[in-house]
Protein backbone atom coordinates (compact mmCIF):
# COMPACT_ATOMS: atom_id res chain seq x y z
CA UNK A 1 0.00 0.00 0.00
CA UNK A 2 2.74 2.14 0.75
CA UNK A 3 4.29 1.82 -2.70
CA UNK A 4 0.89 3.01 -4.20
CA UNK A 5 1.08 5.75 -2.16
CA UNK A 6 4.74 6.66 -3.38
CA UNK A 7 3.62 6.12 -7.01
CA UNK A 8 0.68 8.45 -6.52
CA UNK A 9 2.85 11.39 -5.07
CA UNK A 10 5.32 11.01 -7.98
CA UNK A 11 2.49 11.15 -10.36
CA UNK A 12 0.74 14.54 -9.22
CA UNK A 13 4.46 15.93 -8.86
CA UNK A 14 4.93 14.84 -12.21
CA UNK A 15 1.82 16.74 -13.36
CA UNK A 16 2.61 20.12 -10.81
CA UNK A 17 5.87 20.12 -12.98
CA UNK A 18 4.29 19.37 -16.33
CA UNK A 19 2.03 22.60 -15.60
CA UNK A 20 5.02 24.78 -13.67
CA UNK A 21 6.56 24.40 -17.50
CA UNK A 22 3.76 25.39 -19.21
CA UNK A 23 3.49 21.78 -21.12
CA UNK A 24 0.57 19.63 -22.37
CA UNK A 25 1.01 15.84 -21.43
CA UNK A 26 1.67 15.07 -25.06
CA UNK A 27 4.74 17.22 -25.23
CA UNK A 28 5.79 15.92 -21.51
CA UNK A 29 5.56 12.59 -22.98
CA UNK A 30 7.14 13.59 -26.10
CA UNK A 31 10.27 14.88 -23.74
CA UNK A 32 10.23 11.49 -21.74
CA UNK A 33 10.32 9.53 -24.88
CA UNK A 34 6.94 7.38 -24.10
CA UNK A 35 3.89 7.68 -25.39
CA UNK A 36 0.97 9.90 -24.25
CA UNK A 37 -0.82 6.34 -22.38
CA UNK A 38 2.08 6.07 -20.00
CA UNK A 39 2.22 10.01 -19.31
CA UNK A 40 -1.06 9.71 -18.78
CA UNK A 41 -0.42 6.32 -16.26
CA UNK A 42 2.35 8.60 -14.53
CA UNK A 43 0.32 11.41 -13.54
CA UNK A 44 -2.35 8.83 -12.34
CA UNK A 45 -0.36 7.21 -10.22
CA UNK A 46 -0.94 4.04 -11.96
CA UNK A 47 2.57 3.11 -13.22
CA UNK A 48 6.37 4.63 -11.91
CA UNK A 49 8.10 6.16 -14.08
CA UNK A 50 11.49 5.10 -15.93
CA UNK A 51 14.75 7.04 -15.16
CA UNK A 52 15.35 7.12 -19.10
CA UNK A 53 11.99 9.24 -18.63
CA UNK A 54 12.90 11.34 -15.92
CA UNK A 55 16.40 12.12 -17.76
CA UNK A 56 14.10 13.07 -20.45
CA UNK A 57 11.82 15.79 -18.88
CA UNK A 58 15.06 16.66 -16.44
CA UNK A 59 16.19 18.11 -19.79
CA UNK A 60 13.11 20.07 -20.24
CA UNK A 61 13.29 21.75 -17.37
CA UNK A 62 11.06 19.74 -15.05
CA UNK A 63 12.75 19.68 -11.31
CA UNK A 64 13.32 15.35 -10.70
CA UNK A 65 14.68 15.92 -7.72
CA UNK A 66 11.08 17.23 -6.44
CA UNK A 67 9.26 14.53 -8.83
CA UNK A 68 10.75 11.70 -7.00
CA UNK A 69 11.24 12.81 -3.13
CA UNK A 70 8.96 16.24 -2.83
CA UNK A 71 12.00 18.90 -2.09
CA UNK A 72 13.17 21.12 -4.70
CA UNK A 73 16.51 20.91 -6.11
CA UNK A 74 18.31 24.14 -5.23
CA UNK A 75 20.33 23.91 -8.05
CA UNK A 76 18.02 23.27 -11.26
CA UNK A 77 19.78 25.92 -13.27
CA UNK A 78 22.90 24.08 -13.17
CA UNK A 79 21.37 20.72 -13.97
CA UNK A 80 19.47 22.15 -16.90
CA UNK A 81 20.92 24.55 -19.65
CA UNK A 82 18.24 25.85 -21.44
CA UNK A 83 19.99 27.63 -24.15
CA UNK A 84 20.32 24.88 -26.27
CA UNK A 85 19.90 20.81 -25.72
CA UNK A 86 20.29 18.10 -28.36
CA UNK A 87 17.80 15.31 -28.19
CA UNK A 88 18.64 11.38 -28.90
CA UNK A 89 15.99 11.17 -32.08
CA UNK A 90 16.75 12.08 -35.65
CA UNK A 91 13.86 14.18 -36.67
CA UNK A 92 13.96 16.93 -33.91
CA UNK A 93 16.40 19.28 -32.22
CA UNK A 94 15.24 20.53 -28.70
CA UNK A 95 16.08 24.65 -28.50
CA UNK A 96 15.11 26.56 -25.55
CA UNK A 97 12.43 23.87 -24.33
CA UNK A 98 10.95 23.80 -28.30
CA UNK A 99 10.84 21.01 -30.92
CA UNK A 100 12.37 21.99 -33.99
CA UNK A 101 11.87 19.89 -36.65
CA UNK A 102 15.03 19.66 -38.34
CA UNK A 103 14.13 18.41 -41.81
CA UNK A 104 11.64 21.47 -42.29
CA UNK A 105 14.41 23.81 -40.93
CA UNK A 106 17.06 21.95 -43.63
CA UNK A 107 14.60 22.43 -46.57
CA UNK A 108 14.42 26.35 -45.42
CA UNK A 109 18.08 26.81 -44.75
CA UNK A 110 18.44 24.85 -48.72
CA UNK A 111 15.57 27.14 -50.30
CA UNK A 112 17.28 30.51 -48.73
CA UNK A 113 20.74 29.19 -49.80
CA UNK A 114 19.93 28.43 -53.31
CA UNK A 115 18.21 32.14 -53.63
CA UNK A 116 20.90 33.90 -52.49
CA UNK A 117 22.85 31.91 -54.76
CA UNK A 118 20.98 32.48 -58.01
CA UNK A 119 20.93 36.25 -57.32
CA UNK A 120 24.61 36.46 -56.70
CA UNK A 121 23.40 38.45 -53.17
CA UNK A 122 25.71 36.15 -50.80
CA UNK A 123 27.94 38.73 -50.14
CA UNK A 124 25.60 41.15 -49.46
CA UNK A 125 23.52 39.34 -47.69
CA UNK A 126 25.17 38.42 -43.82
CA UNK A 127 24.14 35.75 -41.35
CA UNK A 128 21.75 38.09 -39.42
CA UNK A 129 19.57 38.50 -42.17
CA UNK A 130 19.78 35.15 -43.22
CA UNK A 131 18.84 34.34 -39.57
CA UNK A 132 15.39 36.62 -39.97
CA UNK A 133 14.72 34.85 -43.48
CA UNK A 134 14.70 31.40 -41.89
CA UNK A 135 12.83 31.95 -38.36
CA UNK A 136 10.47 33.81 -40.09
CA UNK A 137 9.71 30.93 -42.80
CA UNK A 138 10.31 28.15 -40.15
CA UNK A 139 7.43 29.70 -37.68
CA UNK A 140 5.12 30.52 -40.66
CA UNK A 141 5.39 26.73 -42.12
CA UNK A 142 5.82 24.79 -38.84
CA UNK A 143 2.51 27.00 -37.74
CA UNK A 144 0.76 26.00 -40.84
CA UNK A 145 2.07 22.21 -40.63
CA UNK A 146 3.38 21.93 -43.75
CA UNK A 147 6.63 20.90 -44.69
CA UNK A 148 7.51 22.92 -48.09
CA UNK A 149 10.94 20.96 -50.30
CA UNK A 150 13.71 23.19 -50.77
CA UNK A 151 13.05 23.61 -54.75
CA UNK A 152 8.83 24.58 -53.96
CA UNK A 153 8.68 27.79 -56.27
CA UNK A 154 5.97 29.29 -53.37
CA UNK A 155 8.87 29.12 -50.63
CA UNK A 156 11.49 30.43 -52.94
CA UNK A 157 8.89 33.14 -54.39
CA UNK A 158 8.55 34.15 -50.34
CA UNK A 159 12.10 34.51 -49.79
CA UNK A 160 12.36 37.01 -52.86
CA UNK A 161 9.46 38.96 -50.69
CA UNK A 162 11.51 38.82 -47.65
CA UNK A 163 14.60 39.97 -49.29
CA UNK A 164 13.32 42.47 -51.04
CA UNK A 165 11.46 43.92 -48.07
CA UNK A 166 14.81 45.01 -46.72
CA UNK A 167 16.17 42.17 -44.99
CA UNK A 168 19.20 41.68 -47.27
Do not use: C
Not at 72 to 91: F, G, H, I, K, Y
Not at 128 to 155: F, G, I, M, S
Amino acid sequence: MAKKKNVQDIGGRIASERNRLGLNQDDFAWAGSVKRGSQVGYEGGDRAPSAEYLQGIAGIGADVQYIVTGVRSRNLEAVTDPSVREESTSDYLVVRDQKIDQKLLSEIIEAVDEVVSAQLLSARWGAKAKAQVVATLYKNYNAAKEAPRHDDPALKAMIEVLLGAGWG
